[in-house]
């Protein structure tokens, strides 16, 4: 069964950058899209965007010019850069594995990022 | 972006009876060449990530019951759940994976009344 982990500081300052990786687990990274995905508190789902176990990526034209997402398939880990963020950025970041059909099948438990100084 | 709009915001219902909740996008996102409405619907409770449900509309995932279905196409889409219980409690999202960017419905709580 595949498992995904968020890591990463949970309080990132204003105008920072906020850094995540998530760890997968039980299956390999080498294949499928790899999603991040967050929930500001107490509102909906917003997915910020993907990348594809070979490097490729496509982001929410949203969040586009602040977002990395990479991959490491050595390690079977993929990343989030979130760039100059700000209060809203407030949020539980989940990681998730979108199938072929980019629907989300596995998802982690969710990291959640304070932006405050 | 395709918005996905849902309704209600939220419902409650007694134990053993039908809820039913909608999902509208904001264009088609029925794909033609294969008939396959690319549609998914979720479930997440408190503290917890969103579980997968249903997808292409109406087909569902591995291990949920039956008594939760989905139907519709074009840009309208429903969740029944055919008998609500004590553990279908919680929040429900649509999604529609038709063309980037993905996009979510505000979510629907269901409550037991």
């Known amino acids: 069964q595949v498992q995904l982990k968020e890591s990463g500081p949970g309080l990132v300052k204003p105008s920072e950058t906020l850094s995540l990786t998530c760890t997968v687990s039980?299956?390999?990274?080498?294949?499928?899209?790899w999603s991040w995905i967050r929930q500001p508190p107490g509102k909906g789902l917003e997915w910020i965007g993907y990348v594809y176990y070979r490097g490729s990526t496509n982001y929410n034209p949203s969040l586009k010019s602040r977002v990395i997402i990479s991959v490491d398939t050595s390690k079977n880990q993929f990343s989030l850069k979130m760039s100059s963020v700000t209060a809203a950025d407030t949020a539980i970041y989940y990681c998730?594995?979108?199938?072929?059909?980019?629907?989300?099948?596995?998802w982690g438990q969710g990291a959640l990022v304070t932006v405050s100084s | 972006d395709i918005v996905m709009t849902q309704s209600p915001d939220s419902l409650a219902v007694s134990l053993g009876e039908r809820a039913t909740i909608n999902c509208k996008s904001s264009?088609?996102?029925?794909?033609?060449?294969?008939?396959?409405?690319?549609l998914a619907w979720y479930q997440q409770k408190p503290g917890q990530p969103p579980k997968l449900l249903i997808y292409?509309?109406?087909t569902r995932e591995s291990g949920v019951p039956d008594r939760l279905s989905g139907s519709g196409s074009g840009t309208d889409f429903t969740l029944t759940i055919s008998s609500l219980q004590a553990e279908d409690v919680g929040l429900y999202y649509c999604q529609q994976y038709f063309t980037t960017p993905w996009t979510f419905g505000q979510g629907t709580k269901v409550e037991i009344k």
């Open positions: 264009q088609t996102i029925l794909y033609t060449s294969n008939n396959k409405n690319y």
């Open positions: 998730a594995r979108e199938t072929n059909w980019n629907y989300f099948d596995h």
């Open positions: 039980g299956g390999s990274i080498s294949s499928n899209y």
């Open positions: 292409w509309a109406s």
